[in-house]
């Protein structure tokens, strides 16, 4: 449920949880339990964590024209690691 904020002519502004169907009737004061009128502020738009952005940006692009390998990747920068195990040296290779 959003969080609206309301003004109470006697105790100031106060913020509650409400259904939007009722957002636009009063509510009463959680201090003096008077009747309080909706006011309008800023958005609570908050900036997220660069990491955070970049992946749900991926996320979005990927959902309408996910990436797809078109070829196989070169061995260019890829290290040729020596098995260890003789059980290794003798599985097949592509
Ligand atoms: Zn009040």
């Not at 309080?36 to 997220?48: E, I, M, N, T």
Request: aromatic fraction near 4%; charge should be positive; hydrophobic fraction near 35%.
């Amino acid at each position: 449920m959003p969080t609206y904020r309301y003004a109470c002519a006697e105790c100031g502004a106060f913020d509650a949880i409400r259904p939007m169907r009722e957002s636009g009737s009063g509510a009463s004061c959680p201090i003096c339990a008077g009747p309080s009128r909706r006011v309008f502020g800023a958005p609570a738009l908050r900036a997220l964590p660069a990491g955070l952005r970049s992946a749900l940006d991926a996320q979005h692009r990927s959902a309408d024209a996910p990436r797809v390998a078109t070829s196989v990747p070169g061995r260019a920068g890829r290290t040729q690691r020596r098995a260890t195990d003789p059980r290794q040296l003798r599985l097949p290779r592509p």
